[in-house]
């Protein structure tokens, strides 16, 4: 009757490695803008969803910046999303 051996797994992570939060515009990572007709009804969050890696969904955490939309106007709408490490996208 001997010791029987036992097996462990022990899983070693890195908590410093955190990644930026992604934004998806349309649902893809591939397409990077979206078109609106001047003048036309437009909510930019309708277009963007986020997910971090660590923190999961931030959709509800994404900002408009870089101007407030307004389709009166033709230009360029920049979107902006932190997560719990305070790193962005």
């Known amino acids: 009757m001997g010791i029987q051996p036992a097996t462990r797994v022990i899983k070693v992570v ?4 955190d990644e930026d939060p992604i934004i998806y515009i349309n649902n893809t990572i591939f397409q990077n803008e979206v078109t609106v007709y001047k003048d036309s009804t437009f909510t930019a969050l309708d277009y963007a969803t986020a997910y971090d890696k660590e923190d999961g969904d931030l959709t509800d955490d994404i900002e408009v910046t870089a101007n407030n939309v307004d ?3 033709v230009g360029t709408y920049s979107y902006k999303c932190y997560n719990k490490s305070n790193n962005s996208s």
Do not use: A, F
Not at 14 to 17: F, V
């Open 14 to 17: 890195d908590p410093t490695i």
């Open 71 to 73: 389709t009166s106007q």
